[in-house]
């Protein structure tokens, strides 16, 4: 009679435990996953608003437990400082973010900072961290424009010798373009309108206001002997 084989019963059992430990030592290691980050942040419609608007903001995500922090560099100095707005986005399951956030009062161009903690060090923004291009996952530029349109070089001036010649004055905006649509145009002589118009969009060539007395519609020659005052309103595409 011959009785039961200790040694391969018992090696039997030490690899099933070791197979089992191997593939539980494998779910750990997988649990731990990659670094979060985020990627392809964008801002969801014009990057060039006015001051106050909310602005939407989107992206993708590779840990969906990790909270996003996104905060405005509001004196571009290129770490989060006390007061500069900021604000959570919650990760979506389906790999993405999406929050808005207040654009700054003052006009200006800003970027906006996004970074995904990883999992293991998941904290709110503190002041003084830095960041950059190469620190925080991803960046985006907002631009806000507050103000309106600016004149220069405007023509003639003073007093005249001579009649005819053109009226000009430069229309400009720094952060958003004029919208020529909106020049309104008035001219008084002596005190008395002689010439409006609520759309000088013809007149307006390459950042220039043209006005040809005698010549452009309704606009009548200069008299000699006359004071004229042209009176020049306009609003960039944002209405400012």
């Given at each position: 009679m011959t009785g039961p084989n200790y040694r391969e019963s018992f090696?039997?059992?030490f690899l099933t435990a070791l197979m089992v430990v191997s593939v539980f030592g494998?779910?750990?290691?997988?649990?731990?996953?990659?670094?979060a980050t985020v990627?392809?942040?964008s801002i969801d419609?014009?990057?060039t608003v006015t001051p106050g608007t909310s602005v939407s903001l989107t992206g993708d995500v590779n840990n969906d437990a990790t909270d996003v922090q996104i905060y405005v560099d509001e004196n571009q100095n290129g770490q989060y400082d006390d007061g500069e707005r900021t604000v959570v986005g919650n990760a979506q399951f389906s790999g993405s973010f999406s929050t808005d956030i207040t654009a700054?009062?003052?006009s200006g161009t800003y970027t906006i900072y996004v970074d995904q903690p990883s999992p293991e060090d998941e904290s709110a923004l503190s002041l003084g961290d830095a960041y950059s291009d190469t620190t925080t996952d991803d960046s985006v530029s907002l631009t806000v424009d507050g103000d309106g349109p600016v004149f220069n070089s405007a023509s003639p001036t003073g007093a005249l010798t001579t009649q005819g010649g053109d009226i000009t004055v430069d229309?400009?905006?720094d952060l958003d373009s004029v919208d020529a649509s909106s020049?309104?145009?008035?001219?008084?002589?002596?005190?008395?309108e002689v010439y409006s118009t609520t759309d000088a969009s013809a007149n307006f060539v390459d950042g220039t206001l043209t006005l040809d007395p005698g010549t452009t519609t309704d606009l009548p020659a200069l008299s000699e002997g006359s004071s004229y005052t042209v009176d020049v309103t306009a609003a960039d595409t944002?209405?400012?």
């Open positions: 090696r039997a059992l494998g779910t750990i290691a997988f649990a731990g996953g990659a670094a990627s392809e942040a419609g014009d990057s700054p009062s003052s229309v400009s905006d020049i309104e145009v008035s001219v008084s002589e002596d005190g008395t944002l209405g400012n």
